[in-house]
């Protein structure tokens, strides 16, 4: 099997060997391109115009050309079949052609996400096969899509990935919480916020995980490293459910039994309940007269 590694470095991997083909930094680019849109063919003349779009019409084109003689030679020196090639259908389309065998990283990442984040939205466990998938294809990440790249097309897709990338360790987070396994989803919840610590509903889930792991203090300190990053950046406070889900748990509330996604919403919900409760109780109690 070939594994093709477009996440931080460009390689290409198989069974006891790793190859990095120096390769010009467009070539890289056509490939990245190329893998992203699976065996949909592209026309010549718009993949020209985006890898190459300072350059006029002849000359973008030439340089495709060139790229794709390039590619064809150093995969034919790597020793690559036609398993792992580029593909040119009547002069005016190009594709990636991909064996069977064949396996590029971020494609693998954006499928396996994909499977899982429709597994949790229907309510199911992740599968066997999904889990290991997704496990697989996060362990893999090695930097961002296209690392050191400079063109537009590429800034926007590693963008895309990084988020991709996000809502996998969520899903592996939720996915390790509700088989209890509450350490391996407290350290995906704390990759996800090394990216991003200000995405309030995984502080939220965190807190909670935090809860059910027995380390309440922790998920007190949690929320108010937040609050302080949170009025010191943006001079906000944390979303009211955020600030619900802290006094819960300073009021000592129980963790819940088993953990879904929907399970933090619901201590929130029923905390929100107790309290309006016991304002209107108040509420309803005469005042003596002044």
């Known amino acids: 099997m070939l594994k093709v590694c477009?996440?931080?470095?460009?390689?290409v991997r198989g069974p006891g060997f790793?190859?990095?083909?120096?390769?010009?930094?467009?070539?890289?680019?056509?490939?990245?391109?190329?893998?992203?849109?699976?065996?949909?063919?592209?026309?010549?003349?718009?993949?020209?115009?985006?890898?190459?779009?300072?350059?006029?019409?002849?000359?973008?084109?030439?340089?495709?050309?060139?790229?794709?003689?390039?590619?064809?030679?150093?995969?034919?020196?790597a020793g690559f079949d036609d398993s792992f090639s580029i593909e040119v259908r009547h002069q005016s389309t190009i594709a990636l052609a991909l064996g069977t065998d064949v396996r590029i990283d971020c494609v693998e990442l954006a499928g396996s996400v994909e499977d899982a984040s429709r597994e949790l939205q229907a309510g199911?466990?992740?599968?066997?096969?999904?889990?290991?998938?997704?496990?697989?294809?996060?362990?893999?990440w090695a930097g961002d899509f296209l690392e050191g790249s400079r063109s537009d097309w590429a800034a926007r897709e590693q963008e895309r990935f990084r988020s991709i990338r996000i809502r996998g360790l969520i899903a592996m987070m939720r996915d390790y919480a509700a088989k209890g396994?509450?350490?391996?989803?407290?350290?995906?919840?704390?990759?996800?916020?090394?990216?991003?610590?200000?995405?309030?509903?995984?502080?939220r889930e965190v807190m909670w995980l935090y809860v059910m792991n027995g380390q309440r203090c922790k998920a007190i300190i949690q929320y108010r490293l937040l609050k302080q990053r949170l009025r010191d950046e943006l001079a906000v406070d944390p979303m009211p459910d955020t600030t619900h889900l802290y006094?819960?748990?300073?009021?000592?509330?129980?963790?819940?039994?088993?953990?879904?996604?929907?399970?933090?919403?619901?201590?929130?919900?029923?905390?929100?309940q107790r309290r309006a409760r016991i304002y209107s109780a108040i509420s309803a109690i005469p005042r003596p007269d002044a």
């Not at 477009?6 to 390689?11: P, S």
């Not at 396994?181 to 995984?202: F, H, K, N, P």
């Not at 009021?251 to 929100?272: K, M, Q, W």
Request: net charge negative; aromatic share 6%.
């Open 6 to 11: 477009m996440l931080g470095g460009f390689a």
């Open 18 to 77: 790793a190859i990095t083909t120096k390769l010009a930094r467009t070539s890289v680019d056509l490939l990245g391109y190329l893998a992203v849109n699976g065996k949909t063919p592209q026309r010549r003349e718009k993949v020209s115009e985006l890898l190459w779009p300072d350059r006029p019409e002849h000359q973008s084109r030439s340089a495709l050309s060139t790229a794709i003689w390039r590619i064809d030679k150093a995969f034919s020196e």
């Open 124 to 140: 199911l466990n992740l599968s066997e096969s999904v889990r290991h998938r997704l496990i697989d294809a996060l362990a893999a």
């Open 181 to 203: 396994m509450i350490e391996y989803a407290l350290e995906c919840g704390s990759e996800v916020l090394a990216v991003d610590e200000l995405r309030e509903a995984t502080q």
């Open 247 to 272: 006094q819960h748990i300073l009021d000592g509330g129980d963790a819940p039994s088993a953990f879904t996604p929907t399970s933090v919403t619901g201590i929130l919900r029923e905390h929100e």
